[in-house]
Nanobody, 118 residues
Framework: QVQLVESGGGLVQPGGSLRLSCAASGSIFEIYVMGWYRQAPGKAPGQQRELVASITNGGSTYYADSVKGRFTISRDNAKNTVYLRMNSLKPEDTAVYYC????????WGQGTQVTVSS
């Protein structure tokens, strides 16, 4: 199993930017697809998280329609880290953000809180 630690969240005004990081305790080189997910306020952690973006080992990416053109996912296999660059943030992006293996889910980390508010 791989332990995942998310960081980089915070409070930002609408239109602002943040970069989230997901550090894995083990190698992510063999994890084919890494994804970023989010859990909006008012939803229990057990409820389904929304897939925001994902990236394959080869660099192919997927984005939810709600973030397309604003978010960019990237991965550095040498550093066992996945990133999510978030630009033009909106209040509806407020959520706890998590990363995980999109195909073979690892234990969920604590997530990192992103709050977009003026």
């Amino acid at each position: 199993q791989v332990q995942l630690v998310e960081s980089g969240g915070g409070l930002v005004q609408p239109g602002g930017s943040l970069r989230l990081s997901c550090a894995a305790s083990g190698s992510i080189f063999e994890i084919y697809v890494m994804g970023w997910y989010r859990q909006a306020p008012g939803k229990a952690p057990g409820q389904q998280r929304e897939l925001v973006a994902s990236i394959t080992n080869g660099g192919s990416t997927y984005y939810a329609d709600s973030v397309k053109g604003r978010f960019t996912i990237s991965r550095d296999n040498a550093k066992n880290t996945v990133y999510l660059r978030m630009n033009s943030l909106k209040p509806e992006d407020t959520a706890v953000y998590y990363c995980n293996d999109r195909i073979n889910a690892q234990p969920w980390g604590q997530g990192t809180q992103v709050t977009v508010s003026s």
